[in-house]
């Protein structure tokens, strides 16, 4: 018998899944509605019955939980933002890049869409890393 915590660990949330959470992750509890207002404001394409059923199968994956005692439903968030997140971008480095950090972060710094705030947030974070290994030297 699996529990929830299992079967939100079994899979990675879909790209629509992942926007949900973020809207959750950044607003805390919330409605179907609310969900689905964020997702579609700047374009109108998905109806409110495919967030509601999205959201309905993301409770089913122990992704999401929905607290009933009101008229309203609210859906709360079970997956963390942080540990999820690591896990969607270690997966992409692995299948994109062969594991390779080094070959994502070569493609981050020759993509024209970098900007300089961006590289030198890279460069300060490697510097740190450097200085990190140094002092364990020592």
Sequence with gaps: MSTEKNKSSD???????????????????????????????DSKTVRYTSTLKMMQLMTEKGMLKRDESKMTHVYYALLEEKP????????????????????LLVAFMDNKKSSAKEI??????????????ESSLN
Excluded at 124 to 133: R, T
């Design 11 to 41: 899979s990675l949330p879909t790209k629509g899944e992942l926007e949900a959470l973020k809207v959750l992750w950044k607003h805390g509890p919330s409605t179907v509605r609310f969900v689905h207002d964020l997702l579609t404001k």
């Design 84 to 103: 999820t997140m690591a896990t969607i971008a270690n997966r992409f480095i692995q299948s994109m890049y062969n594991g390779s950090v080094s070959s």
């Design 120 to 133: 030198e947030q890279v460069k300060a974070f490697l510097e740190q890393l450097d200085n990190q290994d």
